[in-house]
């Protein structure tokens, strides 16, 4: 139940509010995930390295080869030679004794199921607000080529074909799976993402201030892309949609990503209840939500990458219409977007009237949700089979 205004716990914070509990996050337990990271991906990535490097020195033929090897590769054949390395294959392989198969595999269906809401959230909130807005992983963002459009599309795509790896079937999610050892591949991307901006970062401090924004890819950047996947769509992009997801399609859908958490080296205790990842959602908008001048660039980027695009041909009002309708206007003003005529909200609100209808016939007609989930998961599968893991 919602607090009144007066409440000392009410708080409101770009148009969402809430009433702070004890599972919300004081400012130090945000401090001290900010200072955190994962340590054990990191030094994977070194011993990886070193091999790779090793390897290089040995093999006469593979000094001038043009093509570095591809580091999940290396992890599966080495592993087994070094400390961390069969500690870090060891601990991606087990499964958790909370982790309940049946539940993932319902969870998983939750994507295909809604493919045009999940897709509508992933691009207005997630990219626009969440990775723009949010000061330190903006910046990193903004240092591995976010201000580039070409590199938006392939990141776009790269992280679209992953979601479709880890919801397309319940192997693929298991240890050995694509989804599972694409998630793997994640993690060591993240951390070579992190070496590099800290290797910079040591000579030039002002390239990316780790004092104010902690490591690259720490705890807290890492909890907040997971609430981007999980939470947003439940409690604030879908309601703006007209859907409201039931209370099994939440605690499995979050349960999906604790366990993704789990692989990600991402604390997962957070996500242990439904209760709880929506206070870090909550926390976040309270706290890590502070637009600035690279948030803008950025979420223009995003949109001029989007604009006119096939398939669908979105115009540039359309968009910045489904943004404000889902982020507010605070929000969207701060990433200095601009304000379209009520023509664009009227087609926005057509869009959710689309997906709403649906969602309520897949909830009415058993039959028809499984069809829609049937064809949307070979749609998604034929999309997800990237030519690195076919
Ligand atoms: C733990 C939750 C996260 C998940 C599940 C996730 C997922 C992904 C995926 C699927 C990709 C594309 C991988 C590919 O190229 O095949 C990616 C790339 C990337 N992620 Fe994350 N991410 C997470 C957290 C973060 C955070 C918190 C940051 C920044 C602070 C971040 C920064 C990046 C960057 C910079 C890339 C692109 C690297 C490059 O192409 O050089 N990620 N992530």
Redesign the pocket.
């Known amino acids: 139940m919602l607090s009144s205004k007066t409440d000392a716990n009410y708080r409101k914070r770009w148009g969402y509010s809430f009433q702070w509990t004890d599972k919300h996050l004081a400012p130090e337990e945000i401090a001290a995930l900010r200072s955190h990271y994962d340590e054990l991906g990191s030094t994977a990535l070194e011993k990886l390295q070193a091999i790779i490097a090793r390897t290089k020195t040995d093999s006469k033929r593979e000094v001038n080869c043009p093509f570095r090897p591809e580091l999940y590769t290396v992890f599966k054949k080495h592993h087994h030679e070094d400390e961390v390395l069969q500690q870090f294959w060891d601990e991606v392989h087990s499964v958790p004794e909370w982790v309940d198969w049946e539940q993932i595999e319902r969870a998983q269906k939750f994507f295909a199921r809604y493919a045009l809401a999940n897709s509508t959230a992933f691009a207005l909130q997630g990219f626009i607000r969440e990775n723009s807005a949010s000061p ?2 903006a910046e ?2 903004a240092r ?1 080529g976010g201000f580039s459009i070409k590199n938006l599309l392939s ?1 776009v795509i ?2 679209f074909t ?1 979601v479709v790896q880890v919801t397309t079937s319940l192997e693929s999610i298991q240890p050995g799976g694509e989804g599972h050892t694409s998630t793997i ?2 993690r060591l ?2 951390a070579s ?1 992190r070496q590099r901006i800290l290797k910079l970062a040591a000579s030039r401090p002002e390239y990316f201030p780790v004092e104010k924004y902690g490591a ?2 720490n705890d807290l ?2 909890m ?3 609430v981007l ?1 999980c939470c947003m769509p439940m409690w604030d992009s879908f309601p703006k949609m007209g859907i409201f997801p039931s209370k099994q399609e939440i605690t499995d859908f979050i349960a999906l990503f604790r366990y ?1 958490s789990y692989i ?1 080296g ?1 604390p997962n205790e957070y996500f242990e209840t439904p209760e709880k990842a929506k206070a870090v959602m909550e926390t976040m908008f309270l706290y890590e939500l502070e637009p600035n001048k690279t948030s803008k660039i950025l979420a223009h980027n995003f949109i001029a990458w989007l604009e006119d695009q096939p398939p669908p041909y979105l115009s540039r009002d359309f968009m910045e219409a489904g943004c404000r309708w889902m982020n507010g206007h605070e929000m969207c003003d701060a990433l200095g977007l601009g304000r379209p005529g009520l023509y664009y909200y009227a087609v926005f609100a057509g869009h959710n009237v689309i997906v709403s209808t649906m969602a309520m016939c897949q909830k009415l007609i058993p039959a028809l949700d499984q069809f829609i989930i049937k064809i949307m998961l070979i749609s998604l599968e034929v999309r997800g089979r990237s030519p690195s893991n076919s």
């Open positions: 330190g992983i990193v963002f591995t990141r790269e992280t992953w591949r994640v991307l993240h993402v690259p890819v950047d890492s907040h892309a997971i996947f993704i990600t991402t």
